[in-house]
């Protein structure tokens, strides 16, 4: 599941972003203060209000990307003016998102980050969950030594389950992953899996999460 880091120091705020971004199958932290930020758990995007209790939003930006050059960071804030815009791009952030917004404008700058930090971070080339093993850079997958052929977006949707072997993936983060966007229609999520059972020739190998999504059995 991916992981967000809701800094913003306005409570009711915060509460309204992190029930709403739950509800789209991302896991919320809320930190009100940058001293809370710093100390919270590792996450792959930020959200990030300039206007903290205790110290500058922006010091903020630059302390976590100087921490990391994968994590996700996303300025979203009041400032709306441009040098202020200017700024927070140049101290790391991803993006910059102007209160008010909607959370249409939102998620597609999420996805459109998460998208970027993603293709930035290495890949592991082979990878193995029980017996399924995949070669990411030939794009190829066996089961038990067999070789299994597979659509581009059955590899895809098999490649994001793969990456946390065992772990509940939702259906929002597999449609991110295979098709870019969380956007279309989740049926077609269900549909690739059931196609993706068929040609793994063992169906428990893809396990129906109930009210999350799939897991690729690790065993």
Known sequence: MVRILLVEDDRRVAAALSSALGRRGYEVEHAATVTAALSAAPCDLVLLDLTLPDGDGTDLCRELRRRSSQLGIIAVTARGEERDRVLGLRLGADDYVVKPFSMVELQARIEAVLRRTAQAAPERNLIEAGSVRIDVSARTVTVDGRD???T???FDVLLSLARQPGVAV????I????????WTDRHTVEVHVGSLRGKLGDPRLVETVRGIGYRLRNE
């Open 148 to 150: 299994v052929t597979l």
């Open 152 to 154: 581009r977006k059955e």
């Open 170 to 173: 939702p259906r929002d983060r």
């Open 175 to 182: 449609l991110l992953d295979a098709w870019g966007t969380t």
